[in-house]
C-alpha cells in the first residue's frame, strides 16, 4: 500500500502562487509516477501533471504549462505541485495520486490517491 496526503490548498487571488504538497509513505514506489489531479464542481476529474519518480519525466496539461510545475524531493518522499500566475478557473479539490504504470495521464490507471486539498481562486 502507499499512503498519500496532499496539504498546502488554500484561497488565493488572481495572479498569485500556492505550493500544494504531497508527502509519500508505504511501500517502495520509486519506480511509480505520481500525478496530480484536479476536479471543480459539477465537473470531471482532470489531468494536471505527473513526474515519474525515478527518471524524472513531467508532462503537463495544456491548461497549466508554463503555470505549474511538479517537482520531488527523494529524501523527503514528497511531491510538489508549485503552481504560479493562478486563474479563477483552477479552483478546484486537487488530487495527489500514484500508479506503478510508466508515463500515464489517464486517471483510471492510477491506484493509489490523496483525500485531496482545495485550492480556491478568487477574481
Known amino acids: 500500500q502507499v499512503q498519500l496526503v496532499e496539504s498546502g490548498g488554500g484561497l488565493v487571488q488572481a495572479g498569485g502562487s500556492l505550493r500544494l504538497s504531497c508527502a509519500a509513505s508505504?511501500?517502495?514506489?520509486?519506480?511509480?509516477?505520481m500525478g496530480w489531479f484536479r476536479q471543480a464542481p459539477g465537473k470531471e476529474r482532470e489531468f494536471v501533471t505527473y513526474?515519474?519518480?525515478?527518471?524524472?519525466?513531467?508532462v503537463y496539461a495544456d491548461s497549466v504549462k508554463g503555470r505549474f510545475t511538479i517537482s520531488r524531493d527523494n529524501a523527503k518522499n514528497t511531491v510538489y505541485l508549485h503552481m504560479n500566475s493562478l486563474k479563477p478557473e483552477d479552483t478546484a479539490s486537487y488530487y495527489c495520486?500514484?500508479?506503478?504504470?510508466?508515463?500515464?495521464?489517464?486517471?483510471?490507471?492510477?491506484?493509489?490517491w490523496g483525500q485531496g486539498t482545495q485550492v480556491t481562486v478568487s477574481s
Open positions: 495520486a500514484a500508479t506503478d504504470r510508466l508515463y500515464t495521464s489517464r486517471a483510471f490507471e492510477y491506484n493509489y
Open positions: 508505504g511501500r517502495t514506489f520509486r519506480s511509480y509516477t
Open positions: 513526474i515519474n519518480w525515478s527518471d524524472g519525466r513531467t
